[in-house]
């Protein structure tokens, strides 16, 4: 059973977890407190911390909501806990909740420091700042900086900031970048990126198997992306995304430096270095709250199985990622062995809102 602890620092106390050793940690946390003082920890030593959330809410009382500063190693988040972290279920998500009141989670680290921060099954919701809304994770130094984000939800999240075109939903600056198999939906920005901002600098940078849906910018000016904007000087690999009824574009590309294959999306900024089998249709979405796919939609089977940096390992639900000939597009699968227009039931719990 893994228990709630924290790595040593001298003089340093906190109720509720146990102090170790100055090496690497892994936490189980149920509180909101619990997560706090373990993203503490975890920014005073260089080891790879691992911090696991139970299911459930999680909120901060502070102005600058959670956050963590990285000196070395690495962080590893992952949410949808049972409690006392005993098995994780694949289709449950823990929530960081900013309320409305500050940005949900942040994630900055010492100059010139290799880390690499990794952060599955969490759901950022509400997050506001003048900087960042729900997710940032940066990096700055002549040090790697990974980040993957894998199977999470970005939900009415806002960079309040006007004239900041900041990521609303996610921001991400680092070395390399993969974003598999996750929902964007409701997030806003001031200029740009509503849904996400990434910026990938040296390495590559993957956004694959996401769904990107009625994200805004800018309150809806043409010109400005209300969905994912990418930038940096890495070649990144766009493939099998939905990006759809966002305002402004969908997608903004640097020119020259993005590889297109099997997205559905409408309005593009930036000219691709490749693009191949995209499309611009109508996802046929269950509903406006349930972005799964019926099963008459064309985004099914219609996906790149060959993504040159990875495919999220499940669906956004949980379920099996690859059920058919090819990979369906976006987050959700169809799992097209029942035929008699019967699916298997998946636990969501947070779809919605």
């Given amino acids: ?54 299911a459930g809410t999680y909120t901060s009382g502070l102005p600058e909501g959670f956050t963590a500063s990285i000196t070395g190693g690495g962080l590893e988040l992952s949410g949808g806990w049972s409690s006392g972290c005993m098995f994780r279920s694949r289709s449950a998500r823990s929530t960081i909740d900013g309320q409305y009141q500050r940005t949900a989670l942040r994630i900055g680290g010492t100059p010139n420091a290799h880390r690499t921060v990794r952060i599955t099954q969490l759901s950022f919701v509400r997050g506001v700042g003048n900087e960042f809304g729900g997710l940032s994770v940066s990096g700055s130094g002549s040090a790697t900086v990974e980040v993957e984000i894998e199977r999470c939800r970005f939900h009415d999240n806002t960079n309040s900031d006007p004239d900041d075109y900041i990521g609303g939903g996610l921001y991400l600056n680092a070395d390399e970048i993969r974003v ?132 999220p390992q499940y669906s956004y639900d949980g379920g099996i990622r690859i059920a058919g000939p090819n990979i369906d597009i976006g987050a959700y699968e169809l799992d097209t062995l029942f035929a008699d227009d019967f699916d298997p039931v998946f636990i969501i719990g947070d779809e919605g809102d």
Avoid: K
């Fill in 1 to 54: 059973m893994i228990l709630p602890r924290l790595t040593a620092v001298a003089g340093l106390v906190m109720a509720g977890l146990t102090c170790g050793s100055a090496d690497a940690a892994t936490w189980c946390v149920g509180t909101s407190g619990e997560l706090y003082q373990a993203l503490l920890a975890s920014s005073l030593n260089s080891e790879a911390d691992v911090i696991r959330l139970q």
């Fill in 180 to 311: 598999l198999g996750n929902v964007f939906t409701d997030n806003h920005a001031g200029v740009s990126g509503g849904a996400a901002a990434l910026t990938c600098f040296g390495g590559l940078g993957a956004f694959s198997n996401n769904t990107v849906v009625r994200n805004t910018a800018a309150f809806g000016q043409a010109t400005v992306t209300g969905g994912v904007s990418l930038g940096g000087n890495c070649q990144w690999e766009v493939a099998n995304n939905i990006l759809w009824d966002n305002e402004g574009h969908d997608l903004h590309v640097p020119d020259n430096r993005a590889a297109l294959r099997h997205n559905n999306l409408d309005d593009l900024r930036g000219v691709p270095v490749a693009s191949s089998g995209n499309i611009a249709v109508d996802p046929m979405f269950v509903s406006a709250g349930i972005l799964r796919l019926q099963r008459a939609s064309p985004l099914i089977d219609a996906g790149f199985n060959e993504a040159f940096l990875g495919l």
